[in-house]
């Protein structure tokens, strides 16, 4: 059985620049839920996707945007790059709209030079 | 506020021995609880979980114990292994696990010395 799969797996943009990220769940599961860690900040929530719908958001400014479509494939993207913006983005899925069953994938490595 | 602390940023220990892992969580709403190990490369792994009406709950060499009194969690390895380097982070789900919202700790780095 497939994991969480996050494309692409390494990234560099330069500062004022847009990335869009890709995340596919685990075949089934329909929560796809973002976080974004840093070594000065950790892992921090983003934002959470449950059939198409954005259900809950973190404490990020609004260049942080995501999307689930009826696959339930997810993408976010971050417009206008900052240097604060580099660090590992994190999909995890979930089978049901509930955390139990948590599973994150390897995660894409933003570097904003 | 919401926040999920960690008392030690690192830990080492010899192999062969326990080990210990600490957490501690300020809202008093949360009822679920998890540890995930995150290796170099990886995103965090699942270890075991906790919900809020247990105080203890075992896996393979691991056990989860968690204290509601104090806020309180801590992770304990058995028979720690090579392996078992890695970082180690608490999460707390404040809405019950009803939404796909982890609050996670700072993070333990664990060292294993042959």
């Known amino acids: 059985k497939a994991g969480v799969t996050q494309t692409p797996r390494y990234l560099i943009k330069t500062r004022g620049q847009q990335v869009t990220l890709s995340c596919s769940p685990i075949s089934g599961h329909r929560s796809v839920s973002w976080y974004q860690q840093t070594p000065g900040q950790g892992l921090q929530f983003l934002f959470e996707?449950?059939?198409?719908?954005?259900?809950n958001k973190g404490n990020f400014p609004g260049r942080f945007s995501g999307r689930q479509f009826s696959n339930s494939r997810s993408e976010m993207n971050v417009s206008t790059l900052e240097l604060g913006d580099s660090a590992l983005y994190l999909c995890?899925?979930?089978?049901?709209?509930?955390?139990?069953?948590?599973?994150f994938g390897s995660g894409t490595r933003l570097t904003v030079v | 506020g919401e926040s999920v602390g960690l008392h030690l940023p690192t830990l080492s220990v010899q192999e062969g021995d326990n080990s210990i892992i600490n957490c501690a969580y300020s809202n008093s709403a949360s009822d679920y609880f998890i540890w995930y190990k995150q290796e170099s490369g990886k995103g965090p792994q699942f270890i075991i979980d906790i919900r809020s009406n247990m105080d203890k709950r075992q896996g393979q060499r691991v056990t989860v114990l968690l204290n509601k009194t104090v806020k309180h969690l801590s992770l304990q390895i058995a028979a720690t292994q090579p392996g078992d380097s890695a970082v180690y982070f608490c999460a707390e789900n404040p809405l019950g696990g009803s939404q796909g919202n982890l609050i996670f700790g700072k993070g333990t780095k664990l060292s294993v010395k042959p």
């Open positions: 995890a899925s979930s089978p049901t709209d509930r955390v139990y069953g948590y599973t």
């Open positions: 996707y449950f059939s198409e719908t954005q259900r």
